[in-house]
């Protein structure tokens, strides 16, 4: 474990501590999800699945079952053990996307506000492999980074209501896709035809935090 993150761990009520690192960067996020594979498989009594996010792991527990300080001891025990987390994902997974036109209809000013074609701009989000850091906001809804500095724009100034599921976005420094019809505020480049979330299927998600993610344009290329 690398001695450069900081460790706390926190009450959160009676029934959940919250582990967080600092800083909050990929190889915190690495380590959050080894601690959280590690406590899942432990099989703690009275202790539930974990749920990391970028730097903090939520631990919820039945404080009938298990102490409260006999949890945070097995935890910091957990920490000074865990490896580091590898660089690359044990799971990569190609996700096929169709670029602007109806279905990415922010591509153009996206290209226009970082001065690329909208060609320039799915290659750049295409190039490199991403990882899922945290699934949230929505069930099956993967926050994926770091996307290249060259698109990192804020969130649009007004979000709109509803966005169709698989639709594939961008903000700030992360990508998304939305598992369902959902508001939000990303900007909107695109659209795969894979299914995100499933609740009758095992596991119900697509992506698992720690997975890889490639994005491979579909044949009929960027719509206009």
Same mark, same amino acid.
């Given at each position: 474990?690398?001695?450069?993150?900081?460790?706390?761990?926190?009450?959160?009520?009676?029934?959940?501590?919250?582990?967080?690192?600092?800083?909050?960067?990929?190889?915190?996020?690495?380590?959050?999800?080894?601690?959280?594979?590690?406590?899942?498989?432990?099989?703690?009594?009275?202790?539930?699945?974990?749920?990391?996010?970028?730097?903090?792991?939520?631990?919820?527990?039945?404080?009938?079952?298990?102490?409260?300080?006999?949890?945070?001891?097995?935890?910091?025990?957990?920490?000074?053990?865990?490896?580091?987390?590898?660089?690359?994902?044990?799971?990569?997974?190609? =996700?096929?996307?169709?670029?602007? &036109?109806?279905?990415?209809?922010? $591509? +153009?000013?996206?290209?226009?506000?970082? *001065?690329? @074609? #909208?060609?320039?701009?799915?290659?750049?989000?295409?190039?490199?492999?991403?990882?899922?850091?945290?699934?949230?906001?929505?069930?099956?809804?993967?926050?994926?980074?770091?996307?290249?500095?060259?698109?990192?724009?804020?969130?649009?100034?007004?979000?709109?209501?509803?966005?169709?599921?698989?639709?594939?976005? =961008?903000?700030?420094?992360?990508? &998304?896709?939305?598992?369902?019809? $959902? +508001?939000?505020?990303?900007?909107?480049? *695109?659209? @795969? #035809?894979?299914?995100?979330?499933?609740?009758?299927?095992?596991?119900?998600?697509?992506?698992?935090?720690?997975?890889?993610?490639?994005?491979?344009?579909?044949?009929?290329?960027?719509?206009?």
């Amino acid at each position: 474990m690398s001695a450069t993150i900081r460790w706390r761990v926190l009450p959160l009520g009676e029934a959940a501590l919250l582990v967080e690192g600092q800083p909050a960067d990929l190889p915190t996020n690495r380590a959050v999800i080894a601690l959280a594979r590690a406590l899942d498989a432990a099989a703690l009594d009275g202790v539930e699945p974990s749920v990391p996010a970028i730097n903090t792991l939520l631990v919820p527990f039945d404080p009938l079952r298990q102490s409260e300080a006999a949890l945070e001891r097995t935890i910091h025990d957990l920490l000074r053990q865990l490896e580091a987390a590898p660089d690359m994902p044990a799971r990569v997974v190609s =996700i096929p996307v169709r670029y602007g &036109g109806a279905d990415g209809p922010d $591509l +153009p000013e996206i290209a226009a506000r970082v *001065g690329l @074609t #909208p060609q320039e701009v799915v290659a750049l989000h295409c190039a490199q492999l991403y990882r899922v850091l945290l699934i949230g906001f929505a069930p099956g809804f993967p926050y994926l980074g770091p996307l290249p500095e060259r698109l990192q724009l804020p969130r649009r100034a007004t979000p709109r209501t509803s966005v169709p599921p698989g639709t594939v976005a =961008i903000a700030a420094d992360l990508s &998304g896709i939305y598992p369902a019809r $959902l +508001p939000g505020g990303w900007h909107l480049i *695109g659209w @795969t #035809p894979l299914r995100l979330f499933d609740p009758a299927a095992d596991p119900p998600s697509a992506l698992e935090p720690g997975d890889g993610v490639r994005f491979v344009p579909l044949p009929d290329g960027v719509q206009p």
